[in-house]
T-cell receptor
Framework: NAGVMQNPRHLVRRRGQEARLRCSPM?????VYWYRQLPEEGLKFMVY????????ESGMPKERFSAEFPKEGPSILRIQQVVRGDSAAYFC?????????????FGPGTRLTVT | GENVEQHPSTLSVQEGDSAVIKCTYS??????FPWYKQELGKGPQLIID???NVGEKKDQRIAVTLNKTAKHFSLHITETQPEDSAVYFC????????????WGAGTKLIIKP
């Protein structure tokens, strides 16, 4: 049973380019969460999605950032016109969202470096 | 707003000794409390969780206790080993959504040989 998959694991972008991060949830999971983590810091919630719906994007900057979870395929976190401050580890987690289940299972993360 | 406080931020213990990490939550409606372990360069891993209808849960060397009246819960690791060195995060379920978690700031656990 494959876990949460994220790719790429490492991504280098120059300032002004676009970064596209992908997340495939665990089999049977229809809820996806994106988090951002700076070195030596905690997890900062960005966005919570279900298939074809954004449930809560209160943690995501209004500009340059967007997320989607289409009916088919992985969830995508897109960062347009990246700046140095976007450099961080981005983690995706998934849950089944059923039976009162809150368990979130994390992927290995994508480490974004903006040069 | 809802928040979770976690202490200490760093904990250093001798190998073989016990380690205790404590969290306090603010939302009395929270009813799910997981603990995650994050090793360097990896994603957080769920290691144990507890629901509000239970006061304690054990899994081998780790245990979690919950005091709903005081709104705090703790992670206990006994007979610590070098591989326990990591950052540990606590979390509590959010009143606003059944499926979101409010996170503590993390505790860096260092096991001294």
């Amino acid at each position: 049973n494959a876990g949460v998959m994220q790719n790429p694991r490492h991504l280098v972008r120059r300032r002004g380019q676009e970064a596209r991060l992908r997340c495939s949830p665990m089999k049977g999971h229809s809820h996806v969460y994106w988090y951002r983590q700076l070195p030596e810091e905690g997890l900062k919630f960005m966005v919570y999605l279900q298939k074809e719906n954004i449930i809560d994007e209160s943690g995501m900057p209004k500009e340059r950032f967007s997320a989607e979870f289409p009916k088919e395929g992985p969830s995508i976190l897109r960062i347009q016109q990246v700046v140095r401050g976007d450099s961080a580890a981005y983690f995706c987690a998934s849950s089944s969202g059923t039976g009162g289940g809150y368990e979130q299972y994390f992927g290995p993360g994508t480490r974004l470096t903006v040069t | 707003g809802e928040n979770v406080e976690q202490h200490p931020s760093t904990l250093s213990v001798q190998e073989g000794d016990s380690a205790v990490i404590k969290c306090t939550y603010s939302d009395s409606a929270s009813n799910y409390f997981p603990w995650y372990k994050q090793e360097l360069g990896k994603g957080p891993q769920l290691i144990i969780d507890i629901r509000s209808n239970v006061g304690e849960k054990k899994d081998q060397r780790i245990a979690v206790t919950l005091n709903k009246t005081a709104k705090h819960f703790s992670l206990h690791i006994t007979e610590t080993q070098p591989e326990d060195s990591a950052v540990y995060f606590c979390a509590a379920s959010s009143r606003d959504s059944n499926y979101q978690l409010i996170w503590g700031a993390g505790t860096k656990l260092i096991i001294k040989p």
